[in-house]
Structures are given as C-alpha cells and as structure tokens.
C-alpha cells in the first residue's frame, strides 16, 4: 500500500505544496555525500582510515582525524552551526555568499572530543569530505555527485544548491523565531536565501523531490550505487552511538529486531526525513517547509 499526501503553500504568492514540490533535503545530504566517499574509496582513489591531512594539509587542527571518523561524527571536529556567531552572521546578511572555507572557519573553538572518542554531530566534518572529493576528483562537488548519482539513476530534480540562483521551483521555507532566540511573531525573511545555503553543499545544499529522494535510498540499498561491503560499512554502527552509522543514521523499529536506515534534516526553514526498511521495503519521506511544523511525532515510530 502506498500513502501519499501533500499539504500546506509552496509559497508567500500562495500556490499549494505538491508531491512532487522541489524541496530543500537539508542534512539527507549527507547521505549521498558519503555515498561519493565510498564509490571513490571502492575505485581506490581514497582511503577510509586515512587522515585528512592526506588530502587537506591546510586544516592541521584535523590532520589526524581519519576519513571514516568524519563519516560517523567521531572525528571530534567542532560544529559550526553550534557558533552564535555563524547564527548571527546569516540573521545580519541572509544574502552574503559565504565559501566552504569560511563555514569550516567558523567551527575554530575548543573541539567536543578527541577524534575516534565519541560520537559528536558535526557539519563541519562533512564540508571536510566535500573538500576531499572535490580535492580527489579535481572536480566540483556538484559535478562529482552529477556523474556518481544523478545521471546513473536519471534523476531530473536533484542538485546542489548554487547560491546566489535557485531552481525557480524550490518551494520556500519559513524560519521559527524562537529557534533564533527571537520573539516567537518577529519577522524574519522567507527561504531560500543565499547564506544558509552558500559554502554547506556537502552537509545541507541537497535540491530534489520526495520522489527522486525514494529512487536514491531504493538503488543505494539494492547495491546499485555502492557494494555490498561499503553498504554493511554505512550501516555499522559503535555501541556508544548505535543510531549513527558511518553516512546514515539508524532507527530501531520498536520491539522488533528490524531497522531501518536513512537521514533527517532540518532547521533553516526546511525538514525532511527519509528512511527505509530494506526488509520490507517499506518507505517513509517527510518534509515540512516550516519550522514551527513539528515532525517528532511522526519521527518517533523511528525511535527517534
């Protein structure tokens, strides 16, 4: 059985959300991120256990921290969404054009923990692996993704974000106030806007449709876009973080010795979560373009 919906405006001018309504997937991104990072570790271009000092010798803060550690979050690098300053800087000029360089700047405060310590959620880690592939391919990230996952699965709707330009139907966001600190009626302008998504391609900047979203998660989990020992390797877990895999985030079905796989994302004016059962073959994507939406009550059937 299939269940499908679509509610709610696509836009200020009015025009109603559809199901196959343009979307902003947030950090679902960073499954398909990681998806790169195998398909070049499986045509011996990379390395998992090797440092990012092997391939970013600039960021000798993170020069131990392995390519498999920044995977699962283990790598100890700071979050720079985690930074007020970050915050305030996008609330100040939503329009500025910021690099993959300066967000990573933005991440310069004491580190969380020691790499491979612990599980500690990182942006920052994933427009690391952005720069490698782009390093590695010598190639932009948006092109690298073009060839490894749009192209084999003909997929007509997903991209990178490129800011300053949009696609013209990327349905808008509205930002939550009280997430910013602010009064729960201030204004704030309308998503998609240049800053929130400038420099994050690797960790945030995905572009597609609900539908072009089941198509990846279908072929990722049928071995269609990595092997199966790369796909036992993004779904392993460690026991101090057993929802967070090496690129996919984890979800005990209930009682049940079952799981399912796929990422969430949201803030910014956008949510998303898709996750599949391979089992079953059962599916789920949501994904709300407000803030104010709560989604933890369908969330949590996931264990989240």
């Not at 200020?12 to 343009?22: A, I, K, N, R, T």
């Not at 600039?58 to 300053?85: A, F, I, W």
């Not at 704030?188 to 990846?216: H, M, N, R, W, Y």
């Not at 005990?252 to 391979?278: I, K, N, Q």
Request: aromatic letters at 10%; hydrophobic letters at 40%; proline letters at 7%.
């Amino acid at each position: 059985m299939v269940e499908t919906a679509a509610v709610g405006t696509a836009n200020p001018e009015g025009d109603p959300l559809v199901l196959d309504s343009v979307i902003a997937a947030g950090s679902v991104t960073k499954l398909f991120t990681a998806t790169l990072i195998y398909q070049l570790h499986e045509n011996g271009r990379l390395e998992l256990t090797e440092s990012l000092g092997t391939y970013l010798p600039m960021y000798k803060d993170y020069s131990e921290v392995t390519l498999e550690q920044l995977l699962s979050h283990r790598g100890g690098v700071p979050n720079y969404t985690s930074n007020p300053e970050y915050v305030e800087d996008l609330l100040r000029d939503p329009e500025r054009i910021l690099t993959t360089e300066e967000l990573v700047a933005y991440a310069s405060f004491e580190a969380p923990a020691l790499p491979g310590q612990r599980f500690a959620y990182s942006n920052t880690g994933y427009s690391l692996l952005g720069m490698v592939i782009e390093q590695v391919t010598q190639a932009p990230l948006a092109e690298v993704l073009n060839e490894g996952i749009v192209a084999p699965l003909d997929l007509t709707a997903t991209s990178l974000a490129d800011p300053p330009g949009f696609p013209p139907d990327l349905v808008s966001g509205w930002l939550y106030p009280p997430n910013f600190g602010l009064p729960e009626h201030a204004d704030l302008p309308v998503q998609p806007l240049a800053a929130p998504f400038s420099g994050c391609q690797a960790d945030c900047g995905l572009i597609t449709t609900v539908f072009e979203l089941q198509v990846v998660l279908d072929a990722l989990f049928a071995g269609e876009l990595i092997s199966n020992e790369s796909l036992e390797k993004l779904t392993s877990s460690e026991a101090d973080a057993p929802n967070q895999g090496y690129g996919v985030e984890i979800y005990a079905l209930g009682e049940s010795d079952a799981f399912a796989y796929g990422h969430g994302g949201g803030g910014a004016g956008y949510t998303t979560l898709a996750v599949l059962e391979p089992e079953s073959g059962d599916l789920s994507i949501f994904f709300a373009n407000n803030d104010a939406i709560d989604l933890a009550s369908l969330w949590s059937q996931y264990g989240l």
